[in-house]
């Protein structure tokens, strides 16, 4: 079966902004009175979107807040995050490089958890941006992963913008970096990269079909293999 599209995970993938995001969450709970560690971030929240780690919080601490009150939340998350990238560099040594490299090849898209603002921000700032077909984020879908929606919806429009024969999920590669992306991925019916930025090689191991070290190490030809295999 031959590659037609790739589709990547955005935050820990391509750009190194987990440790931003971190940041971010860290202060708008502080400033609620919650402490968020960075072990309870990776082991414990780094899956969700923004809704869903307040959800989680909420939960976890019993808090009681309000829908209302999350949304307010995640407009002061996006807020505090929006500041902490101001001049530093987001993406991943490499990644202009196979975003380039990889779209003059197969159509890619962007499949993430992450607000589309905050996406097109990172990537028209690096004028990436026109490199990917489509970018489905946190507001594109009713369910995050785990779940395979993002994943789905990222090949329903790649396939809106393919010509030839129908694009199906089992095309395409994920590339990601947790392995709640890598579920979501894998439900969706696509063929896993995981990249260890973010997780040892070990955590993401039982659901990628290959394992790499950095996007640096992402080659086309590596992912046309795991098609045909």
């Known amino acids: ?40 971030y990776y082991t414990r929240y780094l899956g969700f979107d923004d809704v869903g780690v307040f959800k989680a919080v909420n939960a976890d601490r019993g808090m009681a807040w309000t829908s209302r009150d999350v949304g307010g939340f995640v407009a002061d998350k996006a807020l505090r995050l929006e500041e902490l990238e101001r001049d530093i560099p987001v993406l ?91 579920q979501s991925a894998r439900a969706a019916g696509l063929k896993t990269v995981a990249v260890t930025s973010s997780y040892e090689a070990s955590v993401l191991e039982p659901d990628a079909d290959l394992v790499i070290a950095s996007i640096d190490d992402l080659n086309v030809d590596d992912l046309r293999r795991l098609l045909s295999s």
């Open 1 to 40: 079966m031959a590659l037609r599209a790739i589709v990547f995970d955005f935050d820990g993938v391509l750009a190194n902004s987990e440790p931003l995001h971190f940041a971010a969450f860290r202060d708008v709970l502080a400033s609620r009175g919650v402490e968020l560690t960075e072990q309870d």
């Open 92 to 182: 991943f040594p490499g990644a202009a490089e196979v975003i380039r490299r990889s779209s003059a090849t197969v159509p890619i898209a962007i499949a993430s958890g992450a607000l589309g603002p905050e996406i097109r921000r990172a990537l028209k700032r690096a004028g990436l941006l026109q490199h990917f077909a489509a970018v489905v984020s946190a507001e594109d879908t009713a369910a995050s992963k785990p779940a395979p929606d993002p994943y789905l919806r990222a090949v329903a429009l790649l396939a809106a913008k393919t010509s030839g024969p129908t694009l199906l999920t089992s095309h395409c590669v994920a590339v990601e970096d947790s392995r709640w992306g890598l």
